[in-house]
């Protein structure tokens, strides 16, 4: 394992280097020198499979990206001029940043294309590896299946992200390869993500060989959860049904449990719970803690010692105290809710705190000056398919089912049920609110609410950003870097934004 390792680092200051061209989608994977000799093993395999997944959590991690683009704009935070410059202006719906500038980096989708084309290597060098050389033969079929769930995870996000995307599935092995690519529309790369995860499924173990890797590492849950969210996206809660069913009602199929114990429901964002599906390791004790990452953003003491403040502005990302109310006021839900006990502290005062990533770890001890967080990055969970299967119910005219899915959830939470007076539009927003408790912060929300339309509730800049004609229509998505342009005549910019930076 530690020949792996050393592998996968020089594969990554390999693909480093290799990326200096200006070909706008840098798309030299993380190869080796010696190619022709060295995809020849379960080892090599198992080497560009780990760094596929380095470099997921490398585009994920980079600027707090996956809570950024997830979280941010919807208000879920209080982000001020003074606690995050770059990214405070997020709350305006401003993704060009041509007032306040620093938002370069993140209308760069690049850290995503290197993911994409370490995973389309894969797809490509993996089947020519004879079954022979694997440990265990069946090792083979799940890193493939793990290739193909990677590239379909990076293309669904950015095409959240950005809308239409450029759509790369060849493999590139050397820079004179490199070509020119325009965007292609979503809905073509939402089906060739399906068709990955199709042959994920096929491919993929029912659950991780190895407990230690669990949400870690993909599995057949982790492509039927990815799935069913693709296909919620594009509206098709039939098959997002489907794709829910199995991992709701059978969960103990897929080693998964739903967590009732309060004490273990607080260590789940650590990471590695029984509720986990997917989830990017940022654990200390595995080399993987993080000097930055949300709980940097969010914490102070005394979950922080490094952080003491005094002004308002100290504290990067508060609570924003507008979206708490709304969630917890609007339909009667009160403070024993255990979700609003346990992942906030200090609501009432100067700066209201999200604890839920206080993982913290001390390098230097009982001295405080050198903090790691070691809060894994959430992707999907089972409360998340639980009450995504509840809003696929109620699209499809189960008010009922939905019903009793969103109790399942408010039961653990120790509150009331649902009103059995709601129906129609108010169940549905109901449900999406109970979305936004049981997964606050979890990056998932910005998507949620531009999936169900809810996204005005909760940030007005964003009112009729799904109505066609209306002038903030295509607004959620973001503006691609100007960067991105060059030497490429066939890239355009995303329509909202075009003329406007």
């Known amino acids: 394992m530690k020949r792996i390792h050393i592998i996968a680092c020089l594969l990554c200051m390999i693909s480093i280097l290799g990326m200096s061209c200006k070909k706008v989608l840098e798309l030299n994977p993380r190869e080796t020198p010696s190619s022709g000799v060295y995809w020849q093993n379960e080892n090599d395999a198992l080497a560009g499979l780990l760094g596929s997944y380095s470099l997921l959590r490398d585009a994920l991690t980079d600027q707090n990206r996956y809570y950024v683009y997830g979280d941010a704009p919807c208000n879920t935070f209080l982000i001020t001029y003074g606690s995050d410059y770059d990214i405070h202006q997020l709350r305006d719906g401003s993704f060009d940043g041509v007032y306040y500038g620093g938002l370069d980096n993140l209308q760069n ?87 990955d995860l199709e042959q994920a499924k096929k491919l993929l173990p029912v659950t991780t060989e190895n407990t230690g890797d669990r949400g870690i590492r993909a599995s057949l849950a982790t492509a ?11 509206g098709n ?52 803690g993080s000097k930055k990452g949300i709980g940097e953003r969010t914490l102070y003491d005394p979950f922080l010692a490094t952080r003491k403040p005094v002004n308002t502005d100290d504290v990067p990302w508060l609570v924003n105290m507008e979206t708490i109310g709304k969630i917890y006021n609007r339909f009667g839900s009160d403070t024993t809710d255990l979700r609003f006990k346990v992942w906030y502290y ?47 119910l109620f ?79 295509g607004r959620t998505y973001w503006p691609i870097n100007r960067n991105i342009f060059k030497d490429n005549p066939l890239m355009k910019q995303t329509p909202y934004w075009n003329g406007r930076l």
Not at 116 to 143: D, G, M, T
Not at 178 to 188: H, P, V
Not at 241 to 258: Q, W
Not at 424 to 451: H, K, M, S
Request: glycine share 6%.
């Open 224 to 234: 039927l959860a990815l799935e069913a969210h693709i296909y919620a996206w594009m």
């Open 109 to 195: 989708w690049t850290p995503f294309y290197k993911a994409i084309a370490q995973a389309n290597l894969l797809i490509k060098k993996i089947p020519a590896i004879p079954a022979s050389a694997f440990k265990v033969q069946e090792r083979k079929n799940y890193f493939l299946g793990e290739a193909y769930y990677l590239r379909a995870f990076n293309y669904f996000f950015i095409s959240k992200v950005w809308g239409d995307v450029p759509l790369v599935t060849d493999a590139v092995e050397d820079v004179s390869e490199a070509r020119n690519y325009g965007r292609e529309t979503q809905q073509k790369v939402l089906e060739q993500a399906i068709a």
């Open 237 to 288: 809660y039939a098959k997002c049904e489907e794709n829910t069913r199995d991992i709701v009602n059978n969960p103990g199929k897929f080693n998964l449990t739903f967590i009732t114990d309060s004490a273990e429901y607080v260590k789940m964002t650590v990471g590695h719970s029984t509720e986990s599906i997917f989830e990017i390791n940022i654990n200390y004790n595995q080399n993987e």
């Open 395 to 473: 699209k499809l005219g189960d008010e009922a089912g939905a019903r009793t899915l969103v109790n399942k959830i408010r039961q653990r939470a120790g509150v009331a049920p649902t009103n059995p007076s709601l129906s129609g539009d108010d169940l549905f927003t109901f449900i999406v609110y109970e979305r936004v408790r049981e997964l606050y912060a979890e990056g998932q929300t910005y998507w949620d609410l531009c999936r169900t339309k809810k996204l005005g509730d909760f940030n007005d800049k964003f009112s009729g950003a799904f109505t066609q004609g209306n002038a903030n229509y």
């Open 346 to 392: 200090a609501l009432d005062g100067r700066w209201p705190m999200l604890r839920k990533y206080a993982s913290v770890i001390y390098k230097d001890g009982d001295i405080k000056r050198d903090p790691w967080f070691s809060n894994n990055i959430l992707i999907s969970r089972l409360s998340d398919i639980i009450l995504l299967r509840a809003e696929a």
